[in-house]
T-cell receptor, first 114, second 116 residues
């Protein structure tokens, strides 16, 4: 158990809809990263939030957006869902420490877009 | 660009046999290196990490990994595999974006099957 929780565990949406995924960080962690893991692939970095500001972004379009709240929990929002957005979405929390931090992952939210 | 290669997509070993999973990385500076394990339908669990210092690092569940700068490798080993080790294993490098560890770049994973 990492102390990182995600909700919901599973979700089914249709193409064009919008979805919000939630992540609660491990206690004491101030950084949250989101990853997309397509079937049979390694996770791919979407973006990272540090102290409520976006602190880096991977190669994902603007319809992927996020928020981090004062309690360091986070949301991932995806607009205009496409079939290829079907994946396991993982959040990871860490405590920024000049580089030597470790990211601890939640169990993920499995999204299916029909 | 930074990258991680796990050359073996699927490995099958007998229970009790030794295991080595290969990982090669491409990174300009001293990397932060990680091995994670993922059971079916689950999130990622950290096995071990390398930041600096001793190039042989010990992890949980009896795993170890050795950082070899000359070979740009960070191979994962276990002397005796248990059936419960069957899972997918991911090697990752921290890209150091923004002055911190930044995001993790993952390999495509190696699926480990264990024969009784």
């Amino acid at each position: 158990e990492t102390g990182v929780t995600q909700s919901p565990t599973h979700l089914i949406k249709t193409r064009g809809q919008q979805v919000t995924l939630r992540c609660s960080s491990q206690s004491g962690h101030n950084t949250v990263s989101w990853y997309q893991q397509a079937l049979g692939q390694g996770p791919q970095f979407i973006f990272q939030y540090y102290r409520e500001e976006e602190n880096g972004r991977g190669n994902f379009p603007p319809r992927f957006s996020g928020l981090q709240f004062p309690n360091y929990s986070s949301e991932l929002n995806v607009n205009a869902l496409e079939l290829d957005d079907s994946a396991l979405y993982l959040c990871a929390s860490s405590r920024a420490s000049g580089g030597e931090e470790t990211q601890y992952f939640g169990p993920g939210t499995r999204l299916l877009v029909l | 660009a930074q990258s991680v290669t796990q050359p073996d997509i699927h490995i099958t070993v007998s229970e009790g046999a030794s295991l080595e999973l290969r990982c090669n990385y491409s990174y300009g500076a001293t990397p932060y290196l990680f091995w994670y394990v993922q059971s079916p339908g689950q999130g990622l669990q950290l096995l071990l990490k390398y930041f600096s210092g001793d190039t042989l690092v010990q992890g949980i569940k009896g795993f170890e990994a050795e950082f070899k700068r000359s070979q740009s490798s960070f191979n994962l080993r276990k002397p005796s595999v248990h059936w419960s080790d069957a899972a997918e294993y991911f090697c990752a490098v921290g890209d150091g974006y923004g002055g911190s560890q930044g995001n993790l770049i993952f390999g495509k994973g190696t699926k480990l099957s264990v024969k009784p």
